[in-house]
């Protein structure tokens, strides 16, 4: 099965601070097809998980546009450009490339 | 709008076997997919299996022979069915739209005698 390491685990941040998360794949997530299917989702507490990036960096419609995505192969990465109160809770990237599919440990966003 | 939910019983006994229904709307499930998803408390998420949306299902084999998805396009539902509940099958069943876009609020669902 493929492996999403996220790191780093918990991040701590304040209200305008700029972070990035990292999701590191076992192998790589470039389907036959040519496309990555890497999604990022973000759960509030008590919440079910919502989309925010999907094929790696296409922004879910109605996202904030603070959010982005970038990577390929084995590496990806989310950045929040000025993180708001809105924006804690737990990311998740997941993969649907290749069957099982997986997602990350998750990470926390905190305020600091 | 496009909707899930999640439905069954909160509480089932250790052996038994687990019945949930996801009653979608506001597409079609011939056109798209659905996930369940797992999630045990405090922690990440598990990928069960997946309806495609031509009726063909496939599964995450960690749950070997004991996991059965099926649909009823008519109702707009699609069925899980696990058997031989154990303690460590607690936890919050979801349903989501293909590529995880749209999910359900969430099914918690105990296992305990």
């Known amino acids: 099965d493929v492996v999403l390491t996220q790191t780093p685990p918990t991040l701590s941040a304040t209200i305008g601070q700029s972070v990035s998360i990292s999701c590191r794949s076992s192998q790589s997530l470039l389907h036959s097809n040519g496309n990555t299917y890497l999604n990022w989702l973000l759960q509030r507490p008590g919440q079910p998980p919502q989309l925010l990036i999907y094929?790696?960096?296409r922004l879910e419609s109605g996202v904030p546009n603070r959010f982005s995505g970038s990577g390929s192969g084995t590496d990806f990465t989310l950045k929040i450009s000025g993180v708001e109160a809105e924006d804690l809770g737990v990311y998740y990237c997941v993969q649907s490339t290749h069957a099982p599919y997986t997602f990350g440990a998750g990470t926390k966003l905190e305020l600091k | 709008q496009v909707q899930l939910k999640e439905s069954g019983p909160g509480l089932v006994q250790p052996s038994q076997t687990l019945s949930l229904t996801c009653t979608v709307s506001?597409?079609?499930?011939?056109?798209?997919?659905v996930h369940w998803v797992r999630q045990h408390s405090g922690k990440s998420l598990e990928w069960m299996g997946r309806m495609w949306s031509d009726g063909d299902t496939s599964y995450n084999s960690a749950f070997t022979s004991r996991l059965s998805i099926s649909r009823d396009t008519s109702k707009s539902q699609v069925f899980l069915k696990m058997n031989s509940l154990q303690t460590e099958d607690t936890g919050t069943y979801y349903c989501a739209r293909t590529g995880f876009a749209y999910w359900g609020q969430g099914t918690l669902v105990t296992v305990s005698s």
């Open positions: 506001g597409f079609s499930l011939t056109s798209y997919s």
């Open positions: 094929l790696v960096s």
